[in-house]
């Protein structure tokens, strides 16, 4: 899944988690929430269910946000991963300006 926001914005993610028939089910402990590139900061809940993600000032272009939690409600462990690709774009511009080239002689 894919998901842009300009970088004068923000959004709050939260996950889903279906069982094989597409109930809503449930994780064991609380999911971690990880983001490969530092154009985006997460600051996920303390559930771990939901995180909010802002674009950082480092610049634009592509970040993957993952999610991990433990499907297995016992003893064990068995990891589920869910993955965003998260575009930070320009926002609207905001100023116009007028630049020049350096001045030449006139033939």
Do not use: H, Y
């Not at 300009?6 to 993610?13: A, G, H, I, M």
């Not at 590139?37 to 480092?58: M, R």
């Not at 462990?77 to 993955?83: A, E, K, N, T």
């Amino acid at each position: 899944m894919a998901f842009t926001l300009t970088e004068d914005q923000q959004t709050n993610l939260k996950i889903n988690p279906k069982s094989r028939s597409g109930a809503t089910a449930t994780v064991d402990g609380v999911p971690v929430w990880t983001v490969d590139n530092p154009i985006l900061t997460l600051t996920p809940a303390a559930d771990g269910l939901s995180c909010g993600i802002v674009p950082s000032d480092t610049g634009l272009g592509n970040a993957q946000v993952k999610v991990e939690a433990d499907a297995d409600l016992g003893a064990g462990v068995r990891p589920l991963i869910g993955i965003l690709d998260v575009t930070i774009a320009a926002g609207e511009a905001v100023t116009l300006s007028i630049d020049a080239d350096a001045a030449t002689p006139r033939p």
